[in-house]
Structure formats: C-alpha cells, structure tokens
C-alpha cells in the first residue's frame, strides 16, 4: 500500500522465526525490517532498534518513509530500521572445516536459555538454522559452520535477508555467554555485500567487542567457503537487570 505518508504493509511473524519463546528472533525481525530500506543491498549498511519484542502470529504495520523503516503494534513502536553511512568491522575469516569443529564447543549444548531459537535453537534440520558457534583454539573468536536449508527460500527461491541477518545475530550474543545465560539484542547493524545460496556452506565467525554496564557488544560476518565476506554486523545486546 503506498499514501501519502510513504508505503506501508502488514507484516505478520509465523511461529516459525522465534527468538524466545512468544516472540520474533531478534536477527530475523531486524531483517525484515531493513528490507523496506532496500540499503543493506545498495552499498549502505542499515542499523536496526529493537524497542520492544515484536509478538508472533500478530498483524503489525510495517512503514517506509524516506530512509527509515518502522514496525508497529497500534501505537506501540516495536522495531526501527535506517540507512546509515559506517563502515562495519568483520571478524577474521575461519575456514568452514575449523567453524564445523568449533560447534563441539557451543555453549548452548551444555545450557540454552532459548532451545527454540530459529537461529541457534536444538531444532529439527531444515527446520531452524541450527548455528551452533563454538570458541575457535588460539583465537577470541566462536565460529560455525553453517550449512542452510533448503526450505528457508522465499517463492523466487532466494534466501531473504532477513535469513541472513538472523545468522548474523546470535553469534554476536554466543561471543559472551556461558551455557545458559542470555541477553536480549537491542541493536543490529548490519550490510549484506552478497547472495546466500539455498544448499550451500559458510563460515559463520563472531567476537566479543566489549561490556558496558548490562550492555554487550560484538561483531559478526558469514563468509564463503574461499574467505569471500558475505554480510558483516555489528550487534548491542542488553543482559536481563
């Protein structure tokens, strides 16, 4: 629908892409939204705000109006996205054997605060993502292998963006967390520089950036399986008071 206001469409979150239980994936939903920007895909980086968790199976109003993007319930304003001029710093490219072998290390095994998680969660294959980042040896890095489904396409069988800012999320939160702790994220920066194909693999790799009060910060980046940077991401998550 387009008015005078700039366009505006009804965005409902299937079950399918929760985060905690009841509500979207942060990476997910900060995906969608940026969408409507079209700037992850055009040279410029979109930073999104999560001001409230954003309810599943919920009619919501998804508006576009110059270089912003907002999601609301009623008046509750849930998501905001816009185009921002940054350079986003990529973690270290880790080969996809050595993501693979770090999975044996993620912390989510031992304790898993969000086990339906579509990002990291213990789902069914081809059901959620199931990227398990693990400590990489020798390094400050957590990596993992990810191998994506074939049933995370949209109609024209591309793998949206909101698919690949979702694997960019939680590795940025697995980069702090000991078995079962969590935070919520709050903040995602991301750009996507290239396609991700149905079927095929790629490296995953976070680090921890620093602490801040409640507040933790990390960084992200999917590559390609010859080291070639995919998305990169930059993420604020706030741990419960």
């Known amino acids: 629908m387009t008015t005078a206001a700039g366009l505006q469409t009804v965005v409902t979150v299937p079950a399918r892409f929760r985060g905690p239980e009841g509500t979207a994936n942060g990476g997910?939903?900060?995906?969608?939204?940026?969408?409507?920007?079209?700037?992850?895909?055009?040279g410029s980086a979109v930073e999104v705000t999560l001001h409230a968790p954003t309810p599943l199976?919920?009619?919501?109003?998804?508006?576009?109006?110059?270089?912003?993007?907002?999601?609301?319930?009623?008046?509750e304003l849930l998501v905001e996205a816009i185009d921002v001029a940054e350079p986003l710093d990529a973690p270290a490219f880790v080969p996809f054997g050595d993501a693979a072998h770090a999975e044996r290390g993620?912390?989510?095994l031992a304790g898993h605060a969000f086990p339906g998680c579509f990002v990291c969660g213990l789902r069914a294959p081809g059901d959620g993502l199931r990227i398990f980042p693990g400590p990489v040896e020798g390094t400050d890095l957590v990596a993992a292998g990810w191998r994506v489904p074939m049933t995370v396409t949209d109609e024209d069988g591309v793998v949206p963006d909101a698919v690949i800012w979702a694997a960019l999320d939680c590795a940025t939160g697995w980069a702090h967390f000991a078995p079962g702790e969590f935070a919520l994220l709050g903040r995602l920066t991301a750009r996507v520089h290239r396609r991700v194909y149905p079927g095929g693999t790629y490296s995953v790799v976070?680090?921890?950036?620093?602490r801040e009060g409640r507040k933790l910060f990390g960084e992200s980046a999917i590559y390609e399986v010859d080291g070639t940077l995919v998305a990169a991401a930059k993420a604020t998550w706030i741990m419960p008071a």
């Open 28 to 42: 997910w939903i900060a995906g969608t939204v940026s969408e409507a920007l079209n700037g992850a895909r055009h």
């Open 57 to 75: 199976e919920t009619p919501l109003d998804l508006r576009q109006l110059a270089n912003t993007a907002t999601l609301t319930r009623g008046d």
């Open 106 to 108: 993620f912390p989510g």
């Open 206 to 210: 976070a680090r921890a950036t620093g």
